[in-house]
């Protein structure tokens, strides 16, 4: 095997493969990235963990087509240390060379037919906008859960109604909901998916760059898979197997009472006030008289308090929350004012976004905050 390739393309696919490298592989050979040079002049490189899989696609000037295996994350540290010139690399018995510039490598092949085949990408269910896709998932990936030991909780679900796709997650304490639309292959496609939250949010951030990212999705036949692909690359991820929570109706059907606040300041408040806040206590917030009072700290501690102007509907109310919960639902709201809906101070809260201090609430992206309980 023999070939050239320009150091920039090189490295960026390299790098863009080898992250799904597990940290610790069950199998020596599943912390390398497979390359395949082949006639027509194309490079393609691939690493898989029996979970996760991702496969670049990049041209090159193949003398000699084949196949090798290396260390993906030697190879990834070694291609972006490179200087910027072509880089040639040659398969010599059990050993690869890299050579660019000055510069020169050689690295130790593994087994490549010890190496597992790569799942086939499943039918394509649609399209949608990488830049609609990277910010939904930011925003639901928040509130999934970061403990293993609850994988069904660690997922993002998926629902599919024909031209929308309701993205949800929760950790208990919190429950995220963004809707968005998106290019089904069918009009009548209706399906359900359970994605672990860190490798969606790996996708969406890798892939929302490159335009429209092509959806494809096996479920209830064999290996329930998702796959994800854009600009030449691919990647494929098993599903989550479990049932989901059915987490919908947690969310109230009537807030007698509601108050809008300018976002970023209620943040940097936030912020200011939590700095006295020890670990796992809470912040208050106290709405009456058209502000909103944050407090935290009691008793012989630091304590902090700040009011901001608030439009209040309906009664004066208190609530406690985790500061970290808090601000993870402002910030993924991006709108210029929150507007949070109450049924009781011990119920949980609903955050949705405005334009404007007396606009209509959107509801496309919904955050829902388990308030704590605090003493009278």
Known sequence: MKFRVERDVLAEAVTWTARTLPARPPAPVLSGIRIEADEVGMLKLSTFDYEVSARSEIPAEVSQAGEVLVSGRLLA??????????????????????????????????????????????????????????????????????????????????????????????????????????????????????????????????????????????????????????????????????????????????????????????????????????????????????????????GDDAQASEALEALIVGEDISVAFNPTFLLDGLGALGTDFVRMSFTHPNKPVEFTGQESLDGEDLTHYRYLLVPIRFAS
């Open 77 to 298: 540290e070694i291609s972006r240390a490179l200087p910027n010139k072509p880089v040639d690399v040659t398969l010599d018995g059990s050993k690869v060379t890299v050579t660019c510039g000055a510069s020169r490598f050689t690295l130790l092949t593994m087994p490549v037919e010890d190496y597992p085949a790569l799942p086939a990408m499943p039918a394509t269910v649609g399209t949608v906008s990488g830049d609609e896709l990277t910010s939904a998932v930011a925003q639901v990936s928040v509130a999934a859960s970061k403990d293993d030991t609850l994988p069904l909780l660690t997922g993002v679900r998926l629902e599919i109604e024909g031209e929308q796709i309701t993205l949800l997650a929760t950790d208990r304490y919190r429950l995220a909901l963004r809707e968005l639309t998106w290019k089904p292959s069918r009009p009548d496609m209706s399906d359900v998916a359970l994605v672990r939250a860190r490798t969606l949010s790996d996708v969406a951030k890798s892939l929302g760059s490159s335009g429209e990212v092509t959806v494809a999705l096996s479920t209830g036949a064999g290996v329930d898979l998702i796959g994800f692909e854009a600009g030449g690359r691919h990647t494929t991820s098993l599903l989550v197997d479990g049932d989901y929570p059915p987490v919908r109706r947690l969310f109230p059907d009537e807030t007698p009472i509601h108050a809008v606040v300018p976002t970023q300041p209620l943040i940097e408040a936030t912020k200011r006030v939590a700095l006295v806040a020890e670990r796992n206590t809470p912040i208050r917030l106290t709405f009456g008289d058209g502000s909103v009072v944050l407090n935290a700290g009691q």
